[in-house]
C-alpha cells in the first residue's frame, strides 16, 4: 500500500536513477513550503549536486533572506545560492501602480535574474546542469490541463521556458503527484521545522502588491515592519494554525489622527486574515479573543511603526473581494 514513507524512498531512487552519478539540477527556492519541500528531497537524493537559487527581489518579508538562509543552509546544509536583486527590482518598479503591471515586471525580472544565476552556476561546474526543479503540485497539473483561469497569470512567475529552451534543461517534479496536505506531511516526515511546514502561503510579487499604489523602498519598510509586528502576535497568540493567510497592506491613503497634543496625518494599515481550504473561497477570521488580539495589534503598530497611524481590519469575503488587496 502506499504510505508517504514508501514515497520518500521511492521518489529519492527515481531522481537519482534519473540525475545519474553526475548530473546536477538547479532550482529556485523561495522558503515556502513546495519549494522548501521539493529542494530538501533534492538534497537527500543528491546532495550538493542540487543547486538552490533564491532571488531577493527586494520586496520579501522583513529579514526574510536572513531566516531562509537559517533554515535551509544552516540547518538543513542546502546547496543555495542567494541572488540580491533588489535594487534591480525596485528600479523597475519605479512609478508604477497598475497590479498587473507590478505582477508582469516582477515575473519577468524574475526569469531573467535567475536564468542568470543558472548560468553562472552551470559555467561554474563544466555544464553539468541538466534538470530544472520545480515544485509543482497536483492541483497546479490538474489546473494547467483543465483551464487557463486568473491563476493562468497568477503563475507568470513559474513559467522559466526560456531557461529550459535555451540551457536545454529538462523537469524534474517531485511533487506533482501531491496535494498540499501531503506535502506538509513529506516535510515533517523530511525532518522539517513545524514552523516551516505550517507556513502561510506568500505570493510571488510579494509586498509589491500590498503597498497600493508606487512601491518604494520606504513604502516596502513600512507594510514590512507592520507585517512583522501581526506576524508575531498572531503566532503568540497561538492563531497562526487556524489562520490559512494574514498579511498587513499598506493602503495609499492618508488619515488624521492625534498624538499627544499634536495633529498627525499619516498612512492606514489593513490588516487581512483569512481561513479557507483551496483559497478560492475564503472567509474572514473572527472571534472574541483574536478581536482582542487584533486591537492590541494595532496598538503596537501604530505605536512602534513610523508613518502609520491608523490600522483597520478588512472583513471581506472572497468572493467577491480576493485575498490580496491587488
Ligand atoms: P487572491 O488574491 O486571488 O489570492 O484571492 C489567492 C491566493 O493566491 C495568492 N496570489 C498570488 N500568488 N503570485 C503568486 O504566486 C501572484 O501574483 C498572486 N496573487 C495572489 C494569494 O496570496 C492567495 O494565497
Known amino acids: 500500500s502506499w504510505t508517504m514513507e514508501s514515497f520518500i524512498d521511492k521518489e529519492i531512487a527515481r531522481i537519482r536513477a534519473l540525475v545519474g552519478p553526475t548530473g546536477r539540477v538547479i532550482g529556485a527556492v523561495s522558503g515556502g513550503v513546495d519549494s522548501t519541500v521539493a529542494a530538501k528531497l533534492m538534497h537527500e537524493a543528491i546532495g550538493d549536486r542540487f543547486h538552490g537559487i533564491l532571488v531577493d527581489n527586494g520586496v520579501m518579508r522583513l529579514n526574510e533572506c536572513a531566516n531562509v538562509k537559517k533554515m535551509l543552509v544552516d540547518k538543513m546544509g542546502i546547496n543555495l545560492k542567494i541572488a540580491d536583486a533588489s535594487d534591480l527590482f525596485l528600479d523597475r518598479l519605479k512609478g508604477v501602480t497598475d497590479p498587473e503591471t507590478k505582477r508582469k515586471i516582477i515575473g519577468n525580472t524574475f526569469i531573467e535574474v535567475f536564468e542568470a544565476e ?20 497536483y492541483p497546479d497539473v490538474i489546473e494547467s490541463i483543465s483551464f487557463k483561469g486568473p491563476s493562468a497569470t497568477i503563475k507568470t512567475h513559474h513559467n522559466v521556458g526560456g531557461l529550459l529552451e535555451n540551457m536545454k534543461l ?31 502561503p506568500f505570493p510571488g510579487p510579494g509586498i509589491a502588491i500590498r503597498v497600493l499604489g508606487e512601491v518604494t523602498r520606504e513604502q516596502v519598510q513600512i507594510a514590512r515592519l507592520a507585517d512583522n509586528i501581526y506576524i508575531e502576535e498572531i503566532k503568540k497568540g497561538g492563531f497562526y494554525r487556524q489562520i490559512s493567510q ?40 473572527t472571534g472574541a ?4 488580539t487584533l486591537k492590541r495589534i494595532s496598538s503596537r503598530i501604530i505605536n512602534e511603526v513610523k508613518g502609520v497611524n491608523r490600522v483597520v481590519y478588512d472583513i471581506s469575503s472572497k468572493p467577491p473581494a480576493t485575498i490580496e488587496w491587488e
Open 118 to 137: 543558472a548560468a553562472i552556476i552551470d559555467k561554474e561546474c563544466g555544464g553539468e546542469i541538466e534538470y530544472l526543479l520545480q515544485g509543482t503540485l
Open 170 to 200: 529538462k523537469l524534474i517534479e517531485p511533487l506533482r503527484e501531491l496535494f498540499k496536505d501531503e506535502v506538509r506531511k513529506l516535510g515533517s516526515l523530511l525532518g522539517l521545522d513545524d514552523e516551516l511546514v505550517w507556513r502561510h
Open 246 to 285: 494574514a498579511y498587513a497592506a499598506l493602503l495609499n491613503v492618508k488619515a488624521v489622527g492625534v498624538m499627544g497634543d499634536k495633529r498627525t496625518y499619516e498612512q492606514v494599515i489593513a490588516l487581512r486574515a483569512v481561513e479557507t481550504t483551496d483559497f478560492m473561497t475564503a472567509d474572514v477570521m
Open 289 to 292: 479573543e483574536w478581536f482582542m
